[in-house]
């Protein structure tokens, strides 16, 4: 058998990406952050993924969404061990197509774990699963479309997010690392010049201080993420002021179209840091060709 009409994973993916009838993943506020009883933000369940490292657990759960919450009814795919193995990179033999049994058991152990945050139920219906998506906040009740009865871009007063397609049809779920997947779900939140105090990482979403720096630089060095530092006043600082970052996605998750009410009035943007970028290249070019 040739190893080109085997399903491989992004065939795969594409394959039931294509069954969903739509171009992003729609999810909820309440999987990144919840509130508690004084309304203050707290950790959703994505910061379980984060902290326990399942980066394959994630992006099962990422495609079942997708595929799930795409249909009318019910909310829930029955697949074979095998094609889940295959969609989050399992290995597999390129010549028969058999999958080793380390990557069957790791799509159990991660419907267990996404069992155990309350985001799946899941029952076995011969030799498949059949995985429901069960609510985004990790609450156990049953899920409902983020779209169902709405307009514009509110559900019951929570936003919600939409991760584009492009992050499996560019490759991007293999190119990113978990902290920048994870700054990237929170990013995709944002408005557009936001800016994300690092010590509130974890109060906000269960994500410690050194995650997010890791994940934001691979963002920026990705060329996905625009970043600009912006002063304001500071009565507390010794020097009056203080210096903070703000960022904007780039193409193909950017930008969103909405400014955040971070967003600096001397707000620049990446198509003029772009050019001035450029002209400071040209003037050290210049500077180098009159020395010579």
Do not use: C
Not at 71 to 100: H, K, M, N, Q, S
Not at 108 to 114: A, K, V
Not at 174 to 182: G, R, V
């Amino acid at each position: 058998m040739m190893s080109s009409e085997i399903a491989d994973r992004q065939f795969t993916i594409e394959y039931y990406l294509e069954r969903s009838r739509r171009d992003a993943l729609p999810l909820a506020l309440g999987f990144l952050q919840g509130r508690n009883e004084q309304n203050r933000p707290i950790p959703g369940p994505f910061s379980h993924f984060v902290r326990r490292g399942r980066g394959t657990a994630l992006e099962q759960y990422l495609l079942l969404h997708a595929i799930a919450s795409g249909e009318t009814e019910g909310f829930d795919v029955r697949l074979g061990a095998a094609t889940w193995a295959r969609a989050i990179g399992g290995y597999f033999d390129p010549e028969t197509g058999v999958i080793e049994a380390a990557a069957l058991h790791a799509v159990s152990r991660n419907w267990g774990f996404l069992k155990e945050i309350g985001l799946v139920e899941t029952e076995r219906v011969g030799r498949k699963v059949r995985a429901r998506l069960l609510a985004d906040d990790g609450s156990g009740e049953a899920y409902r479309h983020i779209g169902a009865g709405m307009k514009g871009k509110k559900l019951n007063g929570h936003g919600y997010l939409k991760l584009p397609y492009t992050y499996w049809r560019q490759g991007w779920h293999e190119k990113l690392s978990l902290p920048a997947k994870a700054m990237l779900l929170i990013a995709l939140y944002q408005g557009d010049g936001f800016s994300l105090p690092y010590n509130k990482l974890s109060e906000w979403y269960g994500i410690s201080a050194a995650t997010g720096q890791r994940g934001l630089r691979e963002l920026r060095e990705g060329g996905l993420l625009h970043r600009e530092r912006h002063r304001r006043r500071d009565p507390e600082s010794p020097v009056g002021f203080a210096d903070v970052y703000h960022y904007q996605l780039l193409p193909p998750f950017g930008p969103r179209g909405e400014a955040s009410a971070a967003k600096p009035k001397l707000w620049r943007g990446p198509a003029q840091a772009t050019q001035k970028a450029r002209r400071a290249k040209g003037k050290r070019i210049s500077k180098k060709k009159g020395r010579s």
